[in-house]
């Protein structure tokens, strides 16, 4: 069954840069729809624009979006997802100029979280794996191109 989300207050769409291949997009690039809807067919968008303008032919389980503004999701292009151990304390090295090569001969750097990444069980990097991407989809990232980084099996 098709489903029609409605009453969205705007809908924020990339079709101006669908149109140049995603290349060299800018701020016009980024459309806007006032008082628009989306039609979807299973997992596919085969429709959007304006509510009024949506010819409807086939029965439509409507969903309101209660005024809400839908924009695109979000696409994270390099993450190294899977490891263990935590490397947040080079935040603050970095940002008080030291090298990564600094870093490195203090400890730190890949190095720091290569053996805790070999130590850990398969189940172990699957569990902490699924918590990083249960964090980028809480904060709208909804596609993640995976990184090793480790050269490990």
Same mark, same amino acid.
């Not at 720091?112 to 189940?123: D, G, L």
């Given at each position: 069954?098709?489903? %029609?989300?409605?009453?969205?207050?705007?809908?924020?769409? %990339?079709?101006?840069?669908?149109? #140049?291949?995603?290349?060299? *997009?800018?701020?016009?690039?980024? $459309?806007?729809?006032?008082?628009?809807?989306?039609?979807?067919?299973?997992?596919?968008?085969?429709?959007? @624009?304006?509510?009024?303008?949506?010819? !409807? #032919? &086939?029965?439509?389980?409507?969903?309101? %979006?209660?005024? &809400? +503004?839908?924009?695109?999701?979000?696409?994270?292009?390099? +993450?190294?997802? *899977?490891?263990?151990?935590?490397?947040?304390?080079?935040?603050?090295?970095?940002?008080? @100029? !030291?090298?990564?090569?600094?870093?490195?001969?203090?400890?730190?750097?890949?190095?720091? +979280?290569?053996?805790?990444?070999?130590?850990?069980?398969?189940?172990?990097? #699957?569990?902490?794996?699924?918590?990083?991407?249960?964090?980028?989809?809480?904060?709208?990232?909804? $596609?993640?191109?995976? #990184?090793?980084?480790?050269?490990?099996?």
């Amino acid at each position: 069954m098709l489903k %029609l989300f409605r009453d969205i207050n705007q809908l924020y769409t %990339l079709s101006e840069a669908a149109r #140049k291949e995603g290349r060299n *997009i800018r701020r016009e690039d980024v $459309t806007s729809i006032k008082n628009a809807a989306i039609l979807v067919d299973g997992d596919r968008i085969i429709w959007v @624009g304006e509510l009024k303008k949506l010819s !409807k #032919k &086939a029965k439509v389980k409507e969903i309101s %979006l209660n005024k &809400a +503004t839908v924009i695109p999701a979000f696409l994270e292009c390099h +993450t190294h997802l *899977i490891y263990e151990g935590n490397r947040s304390s080079e935040f603050e090295m970095r940002m008080n @100029g !030291k090298s990564y090569q600094e870093i490195g001969e203090q400890g730190g750097g890949i190095k720091s +979280t290569v053996a805790p990444t070999r130590k850990a069980s398969p189940a172990q990097l #699957k569990q902490s794996a699924e918590k990083r991407l249960l964090g980028f989809l809480e904060q709208g990232v909804t $596609t993640v191109e995976i #990184k090793s980084g480790y050269g490990l099996s």
